[in-house]
């Protein structure tokens, strides 16, 4: 999993992602990644892996036993009667 390899940046800037990685990450030709840099360098992720990383980051924050579809809907409903009551009271 924590593999290294050493790169060259090309004159177009571009750089090859080695056929092993590629091959272990299933990459072929076309797919999208998302490139994204903090103070530890540059980071490459395929999208299901930026997905799978902001669940991750999230899950932390709700509570085991909660149905956060559920309450995002029951959150909107109530917002959604607010907004009524407020353009009735106009």
Do not use: C, N, W
Request: charged share 35%.
């Amino acid at each position: 999993m924590d593999t290294q390899f050493r790169i060259k940046v090309g004159h177009d800037g571009r750089v090859m992602i080695p056929a092993a990685m590629r091959s272990e990450l299933g990459l072929t030709a076309g797919d999208e990644l998302v490139v994204s840099r903090d103070e530890d360098g540059i980071h490459l992720r395929t999208r299901s892996m930026g997905l799978d990383r902001a669940r991750r980051l999230v899950v932390r924050y709700i509570p085991a036993d909660t149905d956060l579809v559920t309450e995002l809907r029951l959150a909107r409903r109530a917002a959604a009667m607010r907004e009524a009551e407020d353009a009735h009271d106009l």
